[in-house]
């Protein structure tokens, strides 16, 4: 699955972030980390992340140090700061909000074709009986839907609960 890039760079902070609050790393171990966290559907590229690691340093979320591997090579480790953690709290509400209005969308969406198809039906079933609708108006409040009905110049309307798993 190809991420947009647009998604990639709005998630980038909180996951940087997200992640130097397990401890100190380095950039290497921090695109392999996402990886991992994906499942293999996010590959993050050096030219993604350290322009990010960069502007966070600049911000003061992170700050950075050099370090001697086991192999005896220089690794640049990256530390959340203070500062940091308070703004990863403001990322993470963000993102909170974001998902549930996603997931509202969703589920509201998913309510809609499922009400859709039984509206479909009923109005086959109305038209086969000799009655055909000539407008229909639906209104959901939590799991209950109203729908409104024309019938040629008459309105009738019913009220139907549906549970979701």
């Known amino acids: 699955m190809e991420f947009n890039k647009d998604l990639i760079a709005a998630s980038s902070t ?6 130097l609050s397990e401890g100190d790393s380095y950039g290497y171990a921090i695109i392999k980390r996402v990886q991992g966290l994906s499942g293999g ?3 993050w590229t ?3 992340l350290y322009p990010v690691l960069h502007r966070l340093e600049r911000l003061g979320y ?20 203070s500062s940091g953690r308070a703004q990863l709290t403001e990322e993470r509400k963000q993102w909170q909000a974001v998902d549930a209005t996603v997931r509202g969308i969703w589920k509201s969406l998913s309510l809609m074709a499922v009400t859709s198809a039984s509206l479909a039906a009923t109005s086959a079933q109305l038209t086969l009986g ?3 609708i ?23 309307s019913f009220d139907v ?3 979701l798993p």
């Open 14 to 19: 909180p996951i940087v972030l997200a992640i």
């Open 41 to 43: 559907h996010m590959e």
């Open 46 to 48: 050096d030219g993604m």
């Open 62 to 81: 992170i700050k950075a140090r050099w370090e001697e591997s086991e192999t005896g090579r220089r690794r640049k480790y990256y530390r959340i700061t």
């Open 130 to 132: 000799l009655i055909s």
């Open 134 to 156: 000539v407008e229909e108006k639906s209104h959901e409040k939590q799991n209950w839907h109203h729908w409104w009905f024309c019938l040629r110049y008459d309105w009738f």
């Open 161 to 163: 609960q549906i549970d």
